[in-house]
C-alpha cells in the first residue's frame, strides 16, 4: 500500500495518507500515483477575441493535436501532443490573449454559474484572473464584474491577464474580502446576481504542479483556512440577491474546508444547495466526517480526484439564495 | 488609481487623436487615469455608480487600458486596437513573418523598400496576417518601426 511514499522527493504525511485512504479507500493508491504525474497541457479559448474554431486550426498548424472534451464548450481544449517547455506560453496566439492556459478543473466553476451579459457578478478572490477571465467572455463584456484580492502582486497579475483577455467589463478592487464584502454592503447597497468564492485552500487538489504541498501540509492550517473560508463565504451570501447563485470552490479536497463550509453556510442562510451536472465524473460531497455529520443538502456538492478525469484535485459547490436570514 | 470619466466633449477629442487609424467612434464609456493615460469600460454601470464605488473601494482597475497621450495622437494599446479592428482602416504596416518574430522580441523593424515606399509616418498599426499586433511609430527617415509591446507581451 505504502509502495507510492517511496517514489519520489516529496513524500505524503502519513496523516494525510490516512485521511486519502479514508476518504477513497483503496483508490487512494491510484490518487498518490497520478499526483506524482504531470497534468495533460490544457487552454481556453478567449472568446472576445478569437473562436474555438479559428484558433484550433491556428494551432494545428503548429502540428498539435487538439483534443475538445467537452462538446457543449468547445472553448476548453486539450493538448495532446507532448510540447517543449514554455512553448505553449510562447506562441502568438497566447501573447495576444486568443487563449489562457488554464487547467479544465478551473474551468469548472463558471460553467456550472454560467455567468449572463446582463449579470453583476463578484468574484471576491479573484487573481490571477482564470475564472474572472472565462466569465467576462460568457458574459461577451456586458454586465459588470467586480474581481477582487488581498495582495498588490497578485493584483498585478490579474490585471495583466485581464487586459491581455480584452476585458473591458470589469472594476478591479484590492481588500481583504471580508472586509469588501462589509463595505459593499454598509456603503453602496449592492447585490449580485453571481458570485464566486475560489477560495485559499490548502492546495491538496494541485499537488500534480505543486508538490511542494506534501511537505506544507498540514492539519492545524487546514482549521484554521476552514475558519477563514467560512467567514469569507459567509460575508459573500450577504452580499447575493434573493434566488442569485453562488460558487463556493477550492483545489482541495479536505472536508473541513469543502464540505463543512457548506454545510456552515446551509444551517445558517435560507440557501439550497443545486445539484451540477458537468460532462466529467463527478463525486457527490461527502456527508460525514471526523465525528460530524453534515446536512444531506451537502451531497449535491460535488468532488473531482485527480484520477477520475485525469486532472487537478477540486471541490465546487453551487449555492442559491432562497431569501434573507 | 485615479479615475476621470469623459464627458461627451472630453471623449471627442480623444477620437480625434486616434483618427488617425480611421477610427471614428469609441462606443464604450472613456475614463482618464493619471494625466496620460486612458482606459474603456464596456460595463453595464453608470457614471454616478462607478464613482460610489471608487469612493467606497481601493480600485485599481477599470475597464482596458486603451492608451496613452503622444503629442497630437494617442499610442493605442495592443488590446484596444484588437477591440476597434473593424474601424482601422488607416495607417495600417502590414509586416511578414520574419518581422514578426522580431516584433515579438521587442526589437525595431527595418522596414522593406516596398513598406517605405508606402510613406507612412509617426503612429502605425502593425499588422500581421489578420493581427493587429501593436501601435509602432516610424520615424523621419521611413526606415524603422519603433516597438512599444510591452515587456509582458514578449517572446523572452
Not at chain 1, 472576445?48 to 484558433?55: G, M, N, Q, T
Not at chain 1, 445558517?268 to 456527508?287: Q, T
Not at chain 2, 469623459?6 to 477629442?13: A, E, H
Not at chain 2, 460610489?52 to 499610442?75: H, N, Q, T
Amino acid at each position: 500500500m505504502m509502495k507510492y511514499k517511496d517514489k519520489i522527493k516529496y513524500k505524503p504525511k502519513p496523516e494525510f495518507i490516512e485521511r486519502i485512504e479514508k476518504l477513497i479507500g483503496q483508490e487512494a493508491e491510484k490518487f498518490f500515483e497520478i499526483s506524482y504525474t504531470e497534468t495533460p497541457d490544457s487552454i481556453r479559448c478567449n472568446t472576445l477575441k478569437i473562436s474555438p474554431e479559428e484558433l484550433k486550426m491556428r494551432l494545428e498548424d503548429y502540428g498539435w493535436k487538439i483534443k475538445q472534451p467537452f462538446s457543449e464548450y468547445p472553448e476548453a481544449m486539450i493538448i495532446e501532443s507532448r510540447l517543449s517547455p514554455g512553448e505553449l506560453g510562447k506562441t502568438k496566439e497566447h501573447l495576444l490573449g486568443y487563449y489562457y492556459v488554464q487547467e479544465i478543473s478551473s474551468m469548472l466553476p463558471i460553467l456550472a454559474l454560467k455567468p449572463r451579459p446582463d449579470d453583476l457578478f463578484l468574484d471576491l478572490c479573484a487573481s490571477p484572473g482564470s475564472k474572472t477571465t472565462q466569465a467576462a467572455a460568457m458574459m461577451n463584456n456586458f454586465g459588470l464584474i467586480i474581481a477582487n484580492d488581498t495582495d498588490l502582486g497578485r493584483i498585478a497579475i490579474l490585471n495583466s491577464n485581464l487586459e491581455k483577455c480584452g476585458v473591458m467589463n470589469t472594476i478591479v478592487t484590492r481588500k481583504d474580502g471580508i472586509r469588501l464584502c462589509e463595505t459593499l454592503l454598509k456603503k453602496t447597497n449592492m447585490k449580485f446576481d453571481k458570485i464566486i468564492v475560489d477560495a485559499p485552500c490548502s492546495g491538496e487538489g494541485t499537488l500534480r504542479k505543486s508538490p511542494k504541498t506534501f511537505l506544507m501540509w498540514n492539519i492545524n492550517f487546514i482549521k484554521k483556512l476552514s475558519r477563514i473560508q467560512k467567514k469569507l463565504a459567509s460575508s459573500a451570501l450577504e452580499l447575493l440577491k434573493t434566488g442569485g447563485e453562488m460558487i463556493y470552490s477550492t483545489c482541495t479536497l479536505s472536508p473541513e474546508e469543502d464540505e463543512e463550509v457548506v454545510d456552515y453556510l446551509v444551517r445558517n442562510f435560507n440557501i439550497e444547495i443545486e445539484e451540477i451536472k458537468l460532462p466529467l465524473k463527478l463525486r457527490c460531497g461527502v456527508c460525514e466526517w471526523g465525528g460530524q455529520e453534515y446536512s444531506p443538502e451537502v451531497r449535491k456538492a460535488v468532488r473531482l480526484y485527480p484520477h477520475d478525469n485525469n486532472t487537478d484535485g477540486f471541490f465546487l459547490a453551487k449555492i442559491r439564495k432562497l431569501g434573507e436570514k | 488609481m485615479k479615475i476621470h470619466i469623459l464627458d461627451k466633449t472630453k471623449k471627442k477629442k480623444i477620437i480625434e487623436k486616434v483618427s488617425y487609424l480611421g477610427i471614428q467612434k469609441i462606443p464604450y464609456m472613456l475614463i482618464q487615469t493619471g494625466v496620460e493615460k486612458f482606459r474603456i469600460f464596456s460595463g453595464n454601470f453608470s457614471n454616478p455608480e462607478i464613482m460610489k464605488v471608487y469612493y467606497s473601494l481601493p480600485i485599481e482597475g477599470v475597464g482596458l487600458y486603451f492608451g496613452k497621450a503622444a503629442g497630437e495622437d494617442i499610442r493605442l494599446s495592443v488590446d484596444a486596437l484588437h477591440i476597434l479592428k473593424n474601424q482601422i482602416n488607416k495607417n495600417i504596416m502590414e509586416v511578414n513573418n520574419k518581422q514578426e518574430e522580431e516584433w515579438f522580441l521587442g526589437r525595431d523593424i527595418e522596414l522593406t523598400d516596398e513598406q517605405m515606399n508606402l510613406k507612412l509616418r509617426g503612429f502605425v498599426a502593425v499588422k500581421s496576417g489578420e493581427d493587429f499586433i501593436g501601435t509602432g511609430k516610424i520615424h523621419g527617415d521611413g526606415k524603422i518601426i519603433s516597438n512599444f509591446l510591452p515587456k509582458e507581451r514578449r517572446k523572452h
